[in-house]
């Protein structure tokens, strides 16, 4: 049995088949055949299968070495860990960042949560300087606040993780008067442990229709005075409530709604709709790398021969925040 993870499958067909026949030889992890940890890659499997069939296992050359990946390898682009193409979350920490700038002179602490949102506090935008736990943002930030410091304190949290585990620690911030700012990135989804419904989706998990419990009324419930809704996409309102919230005297609430882009996708492809990428006007770039060392979405890339930014416009959703982050109107919505 060759499964990554823990040896589930393999114990339990242990279970079963020793009920049907007791001699029966099951081989994998419990056997020690194959590694309880790591990667079950082709020289583990390998090794495995050698000794199982009693012959010498040879490993030149190890895959791995093999001519053509070392080939492809260097044909990829190095990327740090990042959000899809077009997320609302890196246009959210971009806006913040900006806001950031004005009011504290780019000062400030941020505290991340668990969800494809914590990949902002990677190059290029890295946003939060941690990361605690799933919930901790908003407790943690609580704590920080408290010690005095003058710098805005930040907790950015999901959607789903707001309502798992955020209303607690925002009712403390509340009673006890934590100046800290909440920005709740709500995509409409669970994007990335695999789209399951949540209090907000109005579906339950076996997908009959439910209430939808709106994040808005629980900051108001939890006695949030200043509560703004806003879409990443739009730059220059993202910007201007995040600049609001941080100016504001006490916890204040920023939600960041526009749909997962992943999700947007298959709703644009089921509907049979084309997609309308942005393109990178190359007579007005002048390589100032905005685009590429501040923002990052992975459709962009930088041509070091011309000294230009490119789109790739395969990989391009037509999300056209970039056209915003480009100090010199280099990009623009292509017309095909
Ligand atoms: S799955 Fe959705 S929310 Fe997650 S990184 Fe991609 S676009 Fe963003
Ligand atoms: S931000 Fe605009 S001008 Fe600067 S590199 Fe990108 S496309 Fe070119
Ligand atoms: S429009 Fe710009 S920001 Fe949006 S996906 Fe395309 S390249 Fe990225």
């Known amino acids: ?56 296992y040879d490993a030149s050359p190890p895959v791995e070495k093999l001519e053509v990946l070392e080939k492809s390898l260097k044909m990829l682009t190095p990327r740090t860990l990042t959000m899809c193409s077009g997320c609302p979350h890196r246009a959210a920490y971009y806006a913040a960042k900006k806001a950031i700038r004005t009011v504290s002179k780019g000062r400030y602490l941020a505290m991340g949560d668990i969800g494809c949102y914590t990949l902002g506090m990677y190059p290029p935008l890295k946003f939060m300087q941690d990361v605690f736990c799933m919930g901790g943002s908003i407790g943690v930030a609580n704590g920080i606040a408290q010690t005095g410091i003058k710098d805005p304190v930040i907790a950015t949290i999901g959607y789903s993780t707001f309502y798992h585990a955020g209303i607690p620690a925002l009712i403390n911030a509340t009673f006890n008067k934590a100046n800290i700012k909440v920005m709740v990135l709500d995509n409409y989804v669970t ?36 509560v703004k809704i806003v879409d990443p996409y739009d730059q220059k309102s993202s910007v201007a409530a995040m600049e609001e919230a941080l100016k504001f005297p ?60 490119y789109i790739n416009t395969l990989d391009c959703t037509g999300c056209k925040v970039c056209i915003a982050v480009c100090p010199y109107g280099a990009i623009k919505q292509s017309e095909e």
């Open 191 to 226: 994007g990335m442990t695999g789209y399951q419904p949540h209090p907000g989706s109005g579906q339950t998990a076996t997908g009959s229709q439910t209430k939808k419990v709106n994040i808005e009324d629980i900051c108001r419930a939890c006695g949030v005075e200043f």
């Open 1 to 56: 049995v060759v499964e990554e993870g823990e040896p589930f499958v393999e114990r339990h067909l242990i279970r079963v088949a020793k009920d049907h026949n007791p001699r029966i030889k099951i081989f994998g992890k419990l056997s020690s055949h194959l590694p309880q940890t790591g990667e079950l890659n082709f020289s583990a499997v390998g090794r495995a299968l050698s000794s199982l069939l009693g012959i010498k």
């Open 250 to 309: 006490g916890p204040a609430v920023v939600i960041f709604r526009r749909l997962c882009a992943q999700e947007y996708l298959r709703m644009v492809r089921k509907k049979g709709e084309k997609i309308i990428p942005c393109i990178v006007l190359e007579e007005k770039c002048i390589g100032c790398r905005t685009c590429v060392a501040a923002f990052g979405c992975p459709a962009m890339g930088f041509d070091t021969v011309k000294k230009k930014s």
